[in-house]
């Protein structure tokens, strides 16, 4: 998102603003959109990981999880259809109206709120389930909700809250690797010893 241009009110304005920024706007889109891959294989990992402790927790988060980074990934399909428009300034005032219409249009807004929703509730529920397993390091849980909160509370106060959330959820995320890592090592140590 850090790649993104700051969109003005207009959306005629939107795709010419889209439109000057090429590389960057289509980087950003697509960066956004694979991301949400990774995102779902790494929600199914932290349930796999953490299930055992607290199975509902967990597998309710999980699915939350998986249907937030659905509905970013339908969010993100529509952001490269605005990009695409963006190369095309003799429809932009149609493409304007499109848009307009597309983001009151209850088949997109339903799977915005999904992938906010989704993200928002699955990420609190599995770092919830990761600090009260005492797994380490500790400081992931609280690090993600404070993720969380600047992502989606800040973001709209302060555009520096983007650059924020990202190291946030970078240092979240790899607290996250680390830990599984060691816990993994454990596991192998143990077996090793028991073997």
């Known amino acids: 998102m850090a ?83 963006a190369d095309e300034p003799a429809h932009r005032d149609a493409y304007s109206q499109l848009i307009a219409a597309q983001e009151q249009s209850a088949l997109i807004v339903s799977f915005l709120m999904i992938g906010v929703v989704g993200t928002v509730v699955g990420m609190l529920l599995l770092s919830i389930a990761h600090f009260r397993s005492h797994a380490h390091p500790r400081w992931v849980g609280p690090v993600l909700w404070v993720w969380l909160a600047v992502e989606f509370v800040g973001s709209g106060i302060s555009p520096w809250a983007t650059y924020l959330s990202g190291l946030l959820l970078l240092a979240g995320c790899g607290g996250l690797a680390a830990g599984l890592l060691a816990a993994r090592q454990d596991g192998c140590r143990s077996h090793a010893a028991t073997g």
């Open 3 to 85: 790649l993104q241009p700051e969109l003005p009110d207009d959306r005629a304005q939107w795709l010419a603003t889209i439109a000057d920024a090429r590389a960057g706007a289509a980087a950003a889109a697509q960066m956004f959109l694979w991301s949400q891959l990774p995102f779902a294989v790494s929600v199914v990992g932290l349930v796999a990981w953490l299930r055992p402790r607290f199975p509902r927790l967990t597998i309710i988060g999980g699915v939350f999880g998986v249907l937030g980074a659905f509905g970013h990934t339908v969010a993100g399909g529509w952001t490269l259809t605005q990009v695409v428009m």
